[in-house]
């Protein structure tokens, strides 16, 4: 575990590919090790840009072929919220996550992650208005930050439901999500009110029943 963080913490651009096919085979010999491996790249994002020449390189040779252990640990830490400064070089990744992955376990872990984006918000302003950060930098509007993550549980949905088994997940993920993360329930009610057809067949009765009864609202079908 600790030589493992080690060499995908101290990797650099040249060596990044390399490293990304020894983390590979660690995490098929060892899958509980792939939480460690997302963390260290969780720090690393945090660096912001000058991260970039490593992780780009490290991240999508583990996206690649890496084993799904570590494809779903890496999904829920690029899905995440994060800082300002790792913001975007997450999104970059995700879309590189997004592009090429099919396996419903892992966009499963992109949902959830997707999903908490609003918890952890809601944490970070105190529930209240965000306006400005205490150093006078700009805090993303509520409203811009929502439809980032309205578009991002749209996107993932849309490619659960290409099989069955994702679309099973994607209707117990919703329900779940519903009854655990604050304020979705009311969120993806929302969401559907205002543009049902753009849900049409990818939210199943299951999910619309739990959504309706937490939210306390009818949804059209």
């Known amino acids: 575990g600790a030589a493992l963080r080690t060499l995908t913490e101290a ?7 390399r490293v990304a096919a020894l983390v590979q085979e660690a995490v098929r010999l060892r899958p509980e090790t792939a939480g460690q491996v997302a963390g260290c790249v969780d720090r690393r994002l945090e660096q912001g840009p000058t991260a970039r ?3 780009l390189p490290l ?3 583990l996206l690649d072929g890496g084993p799904e252990q570590v494809r779903a640990a890496l999904a829920t830490v690029l899905a995440a919220a994060g800082t300002p400064a790792s913001r975007p070089l997450r999104r970059e990744l995700l879309e590189s996550l997004l592009d090429r992955e099919r396996d419903p ?3 499963d872990a992109v949902l959830h992650a997707a999903a908490a984006q609003g918890d952890a918000d809601m944490d970070r302003s105190g529930g209240g208005d965000m306006g400005r950060s205490g150093a006078g930098d700009p805090v993303e509007a509520p ?6 993550i309205r578009g991002l549980v749209h996107r993932t949905g849309l490619l659960l439901v ?3 088994e994702g679309a099973t997940l994607l209707d117990r993920g919703l329900a779940d999500l519903g009854r655990h993360v604050p304020g979705f329930a009311a969120r993806m009610a929302r969401w559907l009110t205002e543009a049902p057809d753009d849900w049409a067949g990818m939210v199943g009765p299951g999910a619309r029943r739990t959504i309706e009864n937490l939210a ?3 949804v059209p079908a």
């Open 216 to 218: 306390g609202v009818r």
């Open 59 to 61: 991240v999508t040779g």
């Open 162 to 164: 290409r099989t069955p």
């Open 53 to 55: 020449p490593v992780l």
């Open 143 to 148: 409203y811009r930050r929502e439809d980032e």
């Open 105 to 107: 376990a892992v966009l």
């Open 11 to 17: 990797t650099t651009p040249a060596l990044a590919r």
